[in-house]
């Protein structure tokens, strides 16, 4: 098994047997819940009090640069959108010779529930 198939396994144990299972059933109104002003989130285009917004679709997600002290509260939405574009995306990248990848060209995920 060659390192980039036991990596791609090993994710996808993760996904299935750790993060997917907690994520089932979440709502909408728990995935975007701001436990207090000034959260940053994931928000419409257009609608975010953040310093700056990053995204290329409908919905942005909330950030500045240098990242405030302390650091904001942050929503669902933005910890998973954090996770998926700061931690995986641009490590993918910068250690397996990914694509370039640009924060400002990514399309945030908006509602959980299409209505």
């Known amino acids: 098994m060659t390192r980039s198939e036991r990596l791609a396994e090993q994710l996808d144990w993760y996904w299935r047997k750790n993060l997917r299972p907690r994520l089932d059933g979440l709502t909408d109104e728990e995935y975007f819940w701001e436990p207090v002003r000034g959260c940053w989130s994931i928000r419409p285009r257009g609608t975010s009090a953040a310093p700056m917004s990053a995204g290329s679709g409908?919905?942005?997600?909330?950030?500045?640069?240098?990242?405030?002290?302390?650091a904001p509260v942050t929503t669902i939405a933005w910890r998973l959108?954090?996770?998926?574009?700061?931690?995986?995306?641009y490590r993918v990248e910068w250690y397996f010779d990914?694509?370039?990848f640009d924060a400002e060209a990514f399309a945030y995920a908006g509602p959980l529930t299409r209505r």
Not at 58 to 70: I, K, R
Not at 83 to 89: D, E, G, N, P, Q
């Open 98 to 100: 990914g694509q370039d």
């Open 58 to 70: 409908e919905w942005t997600m909330d950030f500045a640069s240098p990242a405030p002290e302390p």
């Open 81 to 89: 959108a954090h996770i998926i574009v700061s931690c995986l995306t």
